[in-house]
């Protein structure tokens, strides 16, 4: 009797043990599926402050550098913003990949099961998502534009009225209308991934 239960526990614990290892390598698996998302991610977190950057540059080289130098600094500043996200971006899309096993992974192997590891990893290889994320770009951007079409002139009105405060604020003069921005302006293109 006590070989049989002893038997049985070495048993379930082979078995646990070879259900880890499948769940692992699923888990694996969906981290390779996902790799190009990842690293999306971690272009995105460099290019946000950059383009940040990049406004605030362009709204002080309007209001503060002379016509003259206007074109030399910006040629300059955006060489300078393009390093840093040259730079930049192969730093933390190769540290993103290779802590993504223990956030990103450790997360799927808590929160999903093995049967359902399976059918992600069938959906993530399937030509119907394939599909879909190649045409997401577009789609995106035309519900952006219609979005921005529809209300965006809602916005402008607020969005004059907070530039004119934080002008006020500021004690900066007041822009022309003509360099005031718009909510309704044309959609930017989203970063190329």
């Known amino acids: 009797m006590r ?18 290892n499948s769940k692992k390598e699923l888990v694996a698996k969906v981290l390779q599926l996902q790799q190009a998302s990842i690293e999306g991610l971690a272009r995105n977190i460099v290019e946000r402050p950059a383009v940040q950057m990049m406004q605030a540059a362009a709204a002080t080289l309007q209001a503060q550098v002379p016509p003259a130098k206007r074109e030399a600094a910006a ?4 060489a300078d913003i393009r390093k840093f996200v040259d730079e930049g971006v192969p730093i933390l899309t190769e540290r993103a990949i290779k802590i993504a096993p223990a956030t990103y992974g450790v997360g799927l192997e808590e929160k999903f099961t093995e049967d359902e590891l399976r059918q992600l990893v069938a959906w993530l ?8 994320q190649q045409n997401v770009p577009e789609l995106q951007n035309a519900f ?14 607020k969005l004059l009225a907070l530039q004119r405060k934080l002008q006020a604020t500021l004690g900066v003069p007041a822009a022309s209308s003509a ?15």
């Open 3 to 20: 070989a049989l239960i002893v038997l049985a526990l070495v048993t379930g614990a082979t078995l646990a043990h070879a259900q880890s």
């Open 125 to 132: 290889e399937s030509p119907v998502n394939k599909k879909f």
């Open 75 to 78: 040629k300059s500043i955006d």
């Open 179 to 193: 360099t005031a921005p718009k909510a309704s302006g044309p959609a930017a293109k989203p970063a190329a991934k």
């Open 144 to 157: 952006t534009q219609k979005l921005i079409a529809e209300a965006g002139p809602l916005l402008d009105p």
